[in-house]
């Protein structure tokens, strides 16, 4: 199996360096050759043929995720995405502010590197990314939505199709599956939003647990599950693109469940209008 791997050059932070040592490992690993992101993005057509015949792979050193948004642009899709500083953070390693890399961080590099392991798993592994779920259920999109007016801010909450919790994370359900997500009120608190950090594929989740975090230039929220479940998916394009939330907080889910106590979970959730009458008196309390 023949690969490209596309690093991050933020050598301005530890997580750019420990993210080239990690892009090197792999390589030598795997065989693969290092593809330059400014020629990549100065003259894509250089690499067109190898990114046809070749597996990407995208190592980025931060939430910026700035190998990952130079893939996208030349519609590239990543076999493996690697953000280093989420798996440093769900480690608990915390990382030294030296640029250059000692013995620790260098170890450190090395295992990041061998989680990925890409000779081992031929591709077929992704560190981030929408997991196939065995069974596709339909998720019907929001059509028509109750608006709630604040002086000059306006939130959004769907009529139906939606449940709420107390905490501003949502859940559309489709058969014995769930998605979640945060309010059109709580992403325009946030403001813009920068990193989504969902929770892993097979967790098991109860309801009123933390499933994944949600960063933006204001606060960390955690996302506060409506549902009890197992993890069966993770939204690629949320982490692709964390302002898509911003910008769509109703389709931009964040995690699929497979739910397991759904009768019970419902007595405790809120539908659309009712939501939209706990935003009207959260927003005046602000």
Not at 99 to 126: P, Q
Not at 204 to 233: C, L, N, R, Y
Request: with cysteine.
């Amino acid at each position: 199996m023949s690969y490209l791997i596309l690093a991050c050059t933020g050598l301005d932070k530890p997580e750019g360096s420990v993210a080239r040592e990690v892009a090197l490992r792999l390589a030598e690993e795997a065989g693969a050759e290092i593809v330059c992101p400014v020629s990549l993005n100065r003259t894509p057509a250089r690499y067109k043929r190898a990114l046809a015949e070749k597996r990407l792979v995208v190592v980025d050193g931060c939430a910026t995720q700035c190998g990952g948004k130079l893939a996208a642009s030349v519609g590239a899709k990543p076999v493996h995405k690697v953000v280093v500083s989420r798996m440093i953070k769900e480690s608990g390693t915390t990382l030294p502010p030296d640029l250059r890399l000692g013995s620790e961080v260098l170890e450190l590099a090395r295992r990041i590197a061998d989680e990925i392991d890409l000779v081992a798993t031929g591709g077929s592994r992704e560190t981030t990314g929408e997991t196939q779920a065995a069974t596709r259920v339909e998720f019907q999109v929001a059509s028509d939505f109750v608006v709630v007016v604040h002086d000059k801010y306006e939130f959004r909450i769907p009529s139906t199709g939606y449940l709420f919790n107390a905490n501003d994370v949502w859940v559309q359900v489709a058969g014995n599956r769930a998605r979640i997500g945060i309010s059109d009120y709580m992403q325009q608190r946030l403001s813009d939003i920068t990193y989504v950090n969902p929770p892993k594929i097979g967790a098991s989740v109860d309801q009123f647990d933390e499933a994944g975090t949600v960063e933006s230039t204001k606060a960390t929220f955690e996302v506060v599950s409506p549902v009890s479940g197992t993890v069966v998916g993770i939204n690629d394009a949320v982490f692709d693109a964390p302002e898509s939330i911003n910008e769509d907080p109703y389709g931009s889910w964040v995690a699929e469940l497979e739910l397991t106590a759904w009768e019970e979970d419902r007595a405790l959730l809120v539908n659309g209008p009712a939501y939209a009458a706990d935003v009207e008196r959260k927003a005046a309390e602000d």
